[in-house]
T-cell receptor, first 114, second 112 residues
């Protein structure tokens, strides 16, 4: 089975500060890992994904994440927060063995203070 | 533009009624999914379909039903057996195993 744990249901940063959203996963097989963003009353938009290859992946809007197999982590970072980054962020895992179904974490709400 | 269309955006249901949420995609994706979202719980899988005329239960299928008669369409029926249907429902589709899902904009269902 697979599972995702997102540490911190709410994270608050100042505009211009580093954004760090934590994600740890559990998977008995090599995982595919994803980060999504959701604005209020909207669907989810893919920020970035890790499948194979380079462990540092870059996504849209200046976000990036690093796959660390030894730590079973896939933390999301952005060097400088912008007010428009305020949203809810979801980490998700899937694998071919499990029918490529996405399993989501509970989400982290990011607040950006001016 | 290709995408997923969910309708209606807001839906109100009286207790004891069945309601159907629409999901249509023009992305030519084979797999389609229904998720339920509740505050603080992330997204939970209700049903999914890998091909036309076939679908499987997800983690919380009780009280829901689906059909997949066309590749483009995957409607979800919330039946009266679903005891707590008030939630935000998201439809998604996927092509290829290493690709992320494409999501619709969601339907917010409220029991009145």
């Amino acid at each position: 089975a697979q599972s995702v744990t997102q540490l911190g249901s709410h994270v608050s940063v100042s505009e211009g500060a580093l954004v760090l959203l934590r994600c740890n996963y559990s998977s008995s097989v090599p995982p595919y890992l994803f980060w999504y963003v959701q604005y209020p009353n909207q669907g989810l938009q893919l920020l970035l994904k890790y499948t194979t290859g380079a462990t540092l992946v870059k996504g849209i809007n200046g976000f990036e994440a690093e796959f660390k197999k030894s730590e079973t982590s896939f933390h999301l970072t952005k060097p400088s927060a912008h007010m428009s980054d305020a949203a809810e962020y979801f980490c998700a895992v899937s694998a071919r063995l499990y029918g490529n179904k996405l399993v989501f974490g509970a989400g982290t709400i990011l607040r950006v203070k001016s | 533009d290709g995408g997923i269309t969910q309708s209606p955006k807001y839906l109100f249901r009286k207790e004891g009624q069945n309601v159907t949420l629409s999901c249509e995609q023009n992305l030519n994706h084979d797999a389609m999914y229904w998720y339920r979202q509740d505050p603080g719980q992330g997204l939970r899988l209700i049903y999914y379909s890998q091909i036309v005329n076939d679908f499987q239960k997800g983690d919380i299928a009780e009280g829901y039903s689906v059909s997949r008669e066309k590749k483009e369409s995957f409607p979800l029926t919330v039946t009266s057996a679903q005891k707590n249907p008030t939630a935000f429902y998201l439809c998604a589709s996927r092509t290829g195993e290493a690709y992320g899902y494409t999501f619709g904009s969601g339907t917010r269902l409220t029991v009145v």
